[in-house]
């Protein structure tokens, strides 16, 4: 069984086109999205409580900073990677080693960084 057809992935992407594409091309690759949300309170609720194996964090949400719902998951010892238009540079010093994909991004470069990042937890 690969690392894609047992992970079961938290996104939070607060554009909805972009949730949605986000979505179609996770399913596409053999994930399963346990929940896609758009804001920090939907987000902050699924981290502290989800049952799921790793989440795409989008950095900026309608002008909220993700970083409180990266603190839930490091704290809970769950994997995530950071979606940013602005530069993995714009993540706190703390965050930086942990992986990221610049906006836009194609569904090979989504495939290659998730599974580095299911095999380094795992």
């Known amino acids: 069984m690969t690392e894609a057809s047992m992970a079961n992935l938290l996104v939070v992407e607060d554009e909805y ?23 920090i309170k939907e987000a902050r609720e699924h981290a502290s409580t989800g049952n799921f194996q790793a989440a795409i964090l ?15 998951l490091a704290e809970r010892g769950l ?15 703390h965050y930086r080693a942990r992986p990221a994909l610049q906006k836009p991004f194609q569904a090979e470069r989504l495939k290659e960084t998730l599974a580095n990042m299911l095999a380094t937890a795992a």
């Open 17 to 39: 086109l972009i949730r949605m594409l986000l979505e179609d091309m996770l399913t596409d690759l053999g994930y399963s999205v346990t929940a896609a949300v758009g804001t």
């Open 58 to 72: 989008d950095v900026n949400l309608d002008g909220q900073e993700i970083f409180p719902v990266a603190d839930i």
């Open 79 to 93: 994997p995530f990677v950071f979606v940013t238009g602005y530069g993995e540079g714009s993540l706190p010093a």
